[in-house]
């Protein structure tokens, strides 16, 4: 199979039959072989009704529904646990993204050997309130991660099959699936300018504190990937620092009590800050030990992301 097509959908009923008819005329045009996975994230409207009527009309339609609504990062794994086509592509169910992108997306992954590709909304039909932070979020962003795309959220990617396999996302971690890919060691990682258009129907699902988490995931995804196999090293390394340089001004006071002049301890400010940082060191110190302890517990330690092998039989 050529292609799987996911769509994570929230309360998008009205939206569903013409993006299902629009997606199905530009892949015959293109004789593309596919599949199109609907991914209910809980909706209380009839959305699921209107996937099961679709499903029943195309049997290359698939559908999940899940009980409740957990956000379109886990609508999107699911998804990809699903997708069994050669290339998979993730849009929006709303219409703002266009499926005549999907023979282009298609061929960039297929033959041009792209392992990801990213939408890039250019000229964007959202109101400037989102705009606006969106530009500063995705200026952090590839500032942080280094790739170079300006678009790290759009719901329109197309990834090898491989790619999808190999990443989790959870949570509101969906903003950031080019980072995660690029730390599970994907490099061809591309971009196309996408047509986008205003939400034709319903209302947008993420309110404005999507910046906020936003930028609270870029610092896990951050932290889980440079420490999560070895928290010690940050740990302890900011721990026996700052340990170190409470435990020099301690030194230096009781040193000069002694030798220098005569003074109550507690007079001088200086040692307050060195009591502090000696306790605030050692907690981080703990803090690394207990983090450790549980890392090594996870049965993800020691998964790698493995990309050829010679291996040979016993003899
Ligand atoms: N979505 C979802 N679960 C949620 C929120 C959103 O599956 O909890 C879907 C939504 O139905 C849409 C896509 O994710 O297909 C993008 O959401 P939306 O259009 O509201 O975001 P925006 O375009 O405003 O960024
Ligand atoms: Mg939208």
């Not at 929006?92 to 890039?120: F, N």
């Not at 205003?198 to 995804?221: C, E, H, N, Q």
Request: aromatic residues 12%.
């Amino acid at each position: 199979m050529n292609l799987s097509i996911i769509i994570p959908l929230y309360n998008e009923e009205e939206s569903l039959p013409e993006l299902h008819e629009w997606i199905r005329r530009v892949v015959k045009e293109n004789n593309l072989s596919y599949e199109i996975i609907f991914v209910d994230d809980g909706s209380s409207d009839n959305s699921w009704k209107v996937i099961e009527g679709i499903a029943g009309k195309d049997p290359n339609v698939k559908g999940i529904k899940f009980r409740r609504n957990y956000g379109k990062s886990a609508a999107l794994n699911s998804g990809f646990d699903l997708a069994v086509g050669e290339v998979v592509i993730t849009m929006d169910a709303d219409l703002q993204d266009s499926p005549d992108e999907i023979p282009e997306l298609y061929k960039m992954v297929h033959e041009e050997g792209y392992e990801l590709v990213s939408g890039w909304k250019k000229k964007r039909h959202d109101p400037l309130g989102k705009k606006i932070p969106s530009r500063l979020f995705n200026l952090t962003t590839r500032r942080m991660s280094g790739i170079k795309l300006h678009d790290f959220n759009c719901g329109l990617k197309a990834y090898k099959n491989e790619v999808v396999k190999n990443i989790e996302v959870y949570g509101e971690m969906h903003r950031y699936i080019p980072v995660i890919a690029k730390w599970e060691g994907y490099k061809n990682i591309g971009e196309k300018i996408v047509k986008h258009r205003a939400r034709k129907y319903g209302v947008t699902k993420f309110g404005m504190s999507r910046f906020i988490k936003g930028y609270l995931d870029l610092l896990t995804i951050n932290f889980v990937s440079k420490f999560g196999k070895r928290p010690m090293h940050l740990f302890g390394t900011l721990g026996s620092l700052i340990f170190f340089l409470g435990f020099v001004i301690a030194a230096y006071l009781a040193y000069a009590k002694f030798f220098l002049e005569e003074y109550r301890m507690t007079e001088r400010p200086l040692f307050y800050f060195g009591l502090l940082a000696m306790i605030i060191g050692t907690q981080l110190f703990v803090a690394g030990f207990l983090a450790e302890m549980i890392s090594r517990t996870g049965s993800e330690r020691n998964q790698y992301s493995v990309e050829k092998m010679i291996d040979k039989p016993k003899e």
